[in-house]
């Protein structure tokens, strides 16, 4: 019962958000906005270099060793992680704790900014892309919670 309560509070706060930021005005796309974020901080790692993912898991360790993780330097390949296949990657990843069961930050969330009030700026920009924030694996979510991620282009 309680992870039903706590993933409707989820959805709802999901909902606020993407009605907050359109209400804002503010239509964030990966073409206004979460490209050039992307390129500022974190296509390092994730840019042209960068393994397909199913290339990326044969060799974890040595791409880590390298400081690449998956390739994500394109609209599709970004939205994918998000949406379909691998729902809620970058949600997990970037959640600055508020949202995570042991109330820690996404181990990507400290690229986000060089200080606090910039990643929480970044992060915002984030949740507004990608609409709905669940946390949950594709299995998990509902019709309702995939058709509010909307990664605009
Ligand atoms: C210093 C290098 C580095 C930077 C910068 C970086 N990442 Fe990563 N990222 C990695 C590595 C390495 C992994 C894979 C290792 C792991 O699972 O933690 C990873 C994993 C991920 C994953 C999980 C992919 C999966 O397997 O599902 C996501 C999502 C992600 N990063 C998003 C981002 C975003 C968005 C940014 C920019 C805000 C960013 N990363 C910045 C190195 C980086």
Same mark, same amino acid.
């Given at each position: 019962?309680?992870?039903?309560?706590?993933?409707?509070?989820l959805?709802?706060?999901?909902?606020?958000?993407f009605?907050?930021?359109?209400?804002?005005? !503010?239509?964030? +796309?990966?073409?206004?906005?979460?490209?050039?974020?992307?390129?500022?901080r974190?296509?390092?790692?994730?840019?042209?270099?960068?393994?397909?993912?199913?290339?990326?898991k044969?060799? +974890?360790?040595?791409? *880590? *060793?390298?400081?690449?993780?998956?390739?994500?330097?394109?609209?599709?390949?970004?939205?994918?992680?998000?949406?379909?296949?691998?729902?809620?990657?970058?949600?997990?990843?970037?959640?600055?704790?508020?949202?995570?069961?042991?109330?820690?930050?996404?181990?990507?969330?400290?690229?986000?900014?060089?200080?606090?009030? !910039? +990643?929480?700026?970044?992060?915002?920009?984030?949740?507004?892309?990608?609409?709905?924030?669940?946390? *949950?694996?594709?299995?998990?979510?509902?019709?309702? !919670?995939?058709?509010?991620?909307?990664? *605009?282009?």
């Amino acid at each position: 019962m309680q992870n039903k309560d706590a993933g409707m509070a989820l959805v709802c706060a999901g909902i606020l958000l993407f009605t907050a930021a359109r209400a804002g005005g !503010e239509d964030i +796309r990966y073409s206004t906005h979460i490209k050039k974020l992307f390129d500022d901080r974190c296509v390092s790692c994730h840019g042209k270099d960068a393994p397909e993912h199913d290339d990326f898991k044969k060799d +974890r360790e040595g791409f *880590k *060793k390298k400081g690449l993780g998956p390739k994500m330097d394109s609209y599709a390949h970004l939205a994918s992680y998000a949406g379909w296949p691998d729902s809620g990657a970058i949600m997990r990843r970037l959640d600055d704790g508020k949202n995570t069961k042991d109330g820690k930050a996404g181990n990507m969330y400290e690229y986000l900014g060089a200080n606090e009030e !910039e +990643r929480q700026r970044n992060l915002g920009l984030f949740k507004a892309w990608v609409g709905v924030w669940t946390l *949950k694996r594709f299995s998990e979510l509902t019709r309702e !919670e995939l058709a509010g991620i909307t990664v *605009k282009y």
